[in-house]
């Protein structure tokens, strides 16, 4: 059996015997910096903006809807099963698709669509990040698949950053089999260091923050 | 330094095209490095070194318990940890999962660990179509080549060579602008994501309190192949372990800051077992291969165990005088530049390569820009002291010892050295006040020739210092 045999070779190499109790690791260390929502807000817009992203502030659900019926203009799409999405209407606008709940059928839409709307769990302003919790309100693919990318997130959810998420989240394995950061659309500089935006993921990406 | 070490450095540096690719990429991956960890953009990035190190000496010192807590966590959420000691057992793992499963095609993201143990070759010879799927990577499949750099592994390679080679590769129409390969190569690998069976990568992080893993990516295509196929298996070497997903806040900010110059990197995967119930998408298996290959061989030197501390960040080789000149293909194994130069030796065994510790000025740029604070230098110093001693054990190095002997002789008596100064003066050609680049045809012989030929001398002076002390 590899495992005991190297398990053992360990043991034997750090001089320790099986079970045998550890120190403390070093003590987390997570700083939340205090800064203000409306700072939050233009710190997400510009983080976003210069890794060539979109983004677009609307101050109601109703307006959030607007925007992306404007942003969809004749295209195909699909949303996610976030309720979030049902409540600004933007489920039910024209063109869209989603309540796809078995994976062949998820698969096969968002091969095909021009964009995927989803909503997002928390942004992080400090980076332009935004957080995807694997649910049944939120599939992978949606955000992965087609070649646009809008997500649309209530300002309350916007985070500092990094060292936040994980004071709220210490264990995101508690709530989910995966946890997405997405910060910008997809690149690459494989060839000659030049970058080249929408490889293998979105080649763009459009945050709506709603508030 | 073997005869093969000796032929692919010069071959490097004769080659002015790849000087220029190698010079520029790193050059410009060093700059941005610098930018985003300065102290006006991230005031704390010192402290968060300190903790990164202090975390990873932790979980070395104590590896066996976090491995343990790992896999018991991994499969408290349905997935599976398989433990491989060498190449044989990854494949032989992967095989007949494959061949249970009957799946044919595998995607694959990039992976530094499956390099290490040839997985691509080892799956095609049973008849697998295994495809690396980070763009990179999938040049150099084409190419049958092995990675140049750690993070940037087609650095090498020009547009006008991705092109010849997509031509001949997928027959497809040539194309010399970056964007348009680029859609090329995303066209063929989205049909192998929807149609694979089973998708294989890497990881950056195992997270022992959660059970996940962590893996950061630019592209999308690890996004891919952790989602799309109904197989999912990370493979990941044991030191990869970390104590909390807290720890995470640390790490993150300093792996795309030293590799790639990001404030983070575009994609972070935390992926923690199949898909859940009531998720809507996900792989249906998951599992983790944790490697040994050689790494429980670190961990009895309590100094050289810091090397296990490694992240593959790559910032020591953009920041290292002799990566930028002899290139990631000179060395002899998947790891290259003075990370490649310590582990390497340590992996394979000091004779495996005996010039590898020597290819450093031991200039210190590498521990100085190391996120988890490995000293390098001094680790590339332990390692000279064990090549010498594993060819003193073989008899190897009579000549260098004696000229050692005479040398510390001349040294401690004043007269002798004196006189060996002037004989030297006497014979020694002047270079008209330059730098001496070649020396007279009696001196150039055996194995003082080899040593002369890579050193240049300064011109020796008129008068010795003790003639001056003396005249003064």
Redesign the interface.
């Given at each position: 059996?590899?495992?005991d045999?190297?398990?053992h070779?360990?043991?034997t190499?750090?001089g320790?015997s099986?079970g045998?109790a550890?120190?403390d690791?070093?003590p987390?260390?997570?700083?939340v910096p205090e800064i203000a929502m409306e700072d939050r807000i233009a710190l997400m817009r510009s983080?976003v903006e210069a890794?060539a992203g979109k983004t677009a502030r609307v101050p109601t659900m109703e307006a959030a809807r607007e925007f992306v019926a404007g942003a969809i203009a004749g295209k195909t799409a699909v949303a996610s099963?976030a309720p979030y999405l049902v409540e600004c209407g933007i489920s039910s606008l024209p063109g869209v698709r989603t309540g796809?709940?078995e994976?062949g059928e998820?698969?096969a839409v968002c091969?095909q669509v021009d964009i995927g709307i989803t909503s997002a769990d928390y942004a992080l302003c400090?980076?332009g990040?935004l957080v995807m919790i694997?649910?049944?309100a939120?599939?992978?693919?949606v955000s992965?698949l087609p070649p646009a990318h809008i997500a649309v997130v209530p300002r309350e959810r916007i985070l500092t950053g990094?060292?936040e998420?994980?004071?709220i989240?210490?264990?995101?394995?508690?709530q989910?089999?995966?946890?997405?950061?997405?910060?910008?659309?997809?690149?690459?500089?494989?060839?000659?260091?030049?970058l080249?935006r929408?490889?293998?993921?979105?080649g763009q990406v459009t945050v709506v923050i709603v508030g | 330094m073997s005869v093969e070490f000796d032929r692919k450095i010069h071959d490097t540096l004769a080659d002015a095209n790849l000087q220029l690719a190698v010079y520029t990429a790193t050059g410009r991956l060093k700059d941005k490095r610098i930018q985003v960890t300065a102290a006006g953009v991230l005031p704390d990035y010192q402290e968060l070194r300190t903790q990164a190190n202090a975390i990873k000496k932790h979980v070395i010192d104590n590896l066996d318990h976090y491995l343990e807590e790992f896999e018991r966590n991994v499969e408290s959420h349905g997935g599976k940890v398989v433990y491989c000691k060498d190449a044989t057992d990854v494949s032989d793992f992967v095989l007949d999962l494959a061949k249970r499963r009957g799946s044919r095609l595998i995607v694959k993201s990039k992976s530094m660990t499956t390099e290490e143990v040839d997985l691509n070759e080892r799956l095609a010879h049973h008849g697998l179509e295994s495809v690396e799927t980070d763009l990179g990577e999938y040049i150099l499949q084409l190419a049958h080549e092995r990675p140049y750099h750690i993070v940037a592994p087609a650095l090498h390679k020009t547009r006008y060579d991705v092109a010849d080679l997509f031509t001949k590769e997928l027959g497809v129409a040539r194309e010399t602008v970056p964007e348009k390969l680029t859609l090329i190569a995303r066209g063929v690998l989205r049909e192998k994501f929807l149609k694979a069976d089973i998708g294989i990568s890497g990881a950056n992080f195992l997270i022992a309190d959660s059970g996940a893993v962590a893996i950061i990516e630019n592209e999308g295509n690890v996004r891919l192949t952790t989602s799309a196929p109904k197989i999912h298996i990370a493979v990941a070497g044991i030191e990869k372990v970390i104590p909390r997903a807290q720890d995470l806040a640390v790490f993150l900010k300093l792996l795309a800051r030293s590799a790639t110059g990001q404030l983070v990197s575009v994609y972070t995967s935390f992926l923690a077992g199949p898909r859940r119930a009531g998720e809507v998408d996900g792989p249906e298996e998951f599992y983790v291969v944790l490697l040994d290959n050689g790494r429980t061989k670190l961990l009895p030197d309590r100094s050289k165990r810091e090397s296990l501390y490694c992240i593959r960040c790559g910032a020591c080789l953009n920041a290292c005088p002799v990566y930028r000149k002899i290139g990631g293909h000179s060395f002899p194994w998947v790891y290259s530049g003075p990370i490649g130069a310590i582990i390497t030796p340590q992996f394979m065994g000091v004779s495996h390569e005996p010039g590898l510790p020597f290819a450093s000025s031991l200039c210190g740029a590498c521990g100085e820009v190391c996120p988890v604070k490995i000293d390098i230098p001094k680790i590339l110093l332990e390692l000279r002291g064990d090549v010498r001693k594993s060819e003193a054990r073989e008899g190897l190095n009579r000549i260098e010892k004696l000229a050692f002997r005479i040398f510390a002789w001349v040294m401690t008596h004043p007269r002798i050295y004196e006189m060996a100064g002037r004989m030297a003066a006497s014979i020694a050609p002047t270079g008209d006040g330059k730098w001496i680049r070649s020396v007279p045809a009696p001196m150039s012989v055996g194995p003082l020739k080899a040593w002369l030929s890579e050193r240049d001398m300064p011109p020796l002076p008129p008068k010795s210092f003790r003639e001056m002390w003396r005249n003064r």
């Open positions: 059996m590899s495992r045999n190297i398990l070779k360990v043991r190499a750090l320790r099986a045998q550890v120190a690791p070093p987390v260390r997570l700083r983080r890794l099963n796809i709940r994976v998820l698969t091969a400090d980076t990040t694997a649910s049944p939120e599939g992978r693919l992965l990094l060292d998420l994980f004071t989240l210490p264990d995101p394995a508690a989910t089999s995966s946890m997405v950061l997405i910060t910008g659309p997809s690149q690459t500089a494989d060839i000659e260091q030049i080249i929408g490889v293998h993921g979105p | -």
